[in-house]
T-cell receptor
Framework: DQQVKQNSPSLSVQEGRISILNCDYTNSMFDYFLWYKKYPAEGPTFLISISSIKDKNEDGRFTVFLNKSAKHLSLHIVPSQPGDSAVYFCAASAEGQNFVFGPGTRLSVLP | EAGVTQSPTHLIKTRGQQATLRCSPISGHTSVYWYQQALGLGLQFLLWYDEGEERNRGNFPPRFSGRQFPNYSSELNVNALELEDSALYLC????????????FGQGTRLTVV
């Protein structure tokens, strides 16, 4: 049973436009959420996180939105750059529990 | 400050052999997580160690085991290797069980032939 879902395996966006990556979760105990970026054959790189007491967190070009009632979060990248092309993983955790990752979304930013 | 380091970078083993993968966490981090990423798949949780104890285990057979040492470094052992164990094994560390992010190493690419 997949507790963290990323229903779009891939996404293509034009350079300079907004990229929106979505993530849904089923476990209502999850209260801390993270986004990671991963290049092939490398470890994931932490991007941004959000706790359940907030509904938005911003860091430069990256903004994460959390809708607890819908059990949905999204990552917005504005403006998108070719170097943002990577696989993006959403992760979630509950108190005292390990991080659970989604299957990832491959973002391609086209020049 | 040094990040999470994993060794070896690449490892080639024969089916039935044992593999040992090592991870050194960021200084001050007490939690170490192990994940498996098979080709084309997502990150599957293997093991979580904190303060020297196993805190949680993923849905993997018992031939996947590990330990955490007093200096918080960790080993992942895979016994009786099977071809499908070929994957990128990722280690991450974090500040204990606080609600903070985990940082990943570069991974060990294990190939079973």
């Amino acid at each position: 049973d997949q507790q963290v879902k990323q229903n779009s395996p891939s996404l293509s966006v034009q350079e300079g436009r907004i990229s929106i990556l979505n993530c849904d979760y089923t476990n209502s105990m999850f209260d801390y959420f993270l986004w990671y970026k991963k290049y092939p054959a490398e470890g994931p790189t932490f991007l941004i996180s959000i706790s359940s007491i907030k509904d938005k967190n911003e860091d430069g070009r990256f903004t994460v939105f959390l809708n607890k009632s819908a059990k949905h979060l999204s990552l917005h990248i504005v403006p998108s750059q070719p170097g943002d092309s990577a696989v993006y993983f959403c992760a979630a955790s509950a108190e005292g529990q390990n991080f659970v990752f989604g299957p990832g979304t491959r973002l391609s930013v086209l020049p | 400050e040094a990040g999470v380091t994993q060794s070896p970078t690449h490892l080639i083993k024969t089916r039935g052999q044992q593999a040992t993968l090592r991870c050194s966490p960021i200084s001050g981090h007490t939690s170490v997580y192990w994940y498996q990423q098979a080709l084309g798949l997502g990150l599957q949780f293997l093991l979580w160690y904190d303060e020297g104890e196993e805190r949680n285990r993923g849905n993997f057979p018992p031939r996947f085991s590990g330990r955490q040492f007093p200096n918080y470094s960790s080993e992942l052992n895979v016994n009786a290797l099977e071809l499908e164990d070929s994957a990128l094994y990722l280690c991450a560390s974090s500040l204990g069980r606080l609600r903070v992010e985990a940082f990943f190493g570069q991974g060990t690419r294990l190939t079973v032939v």
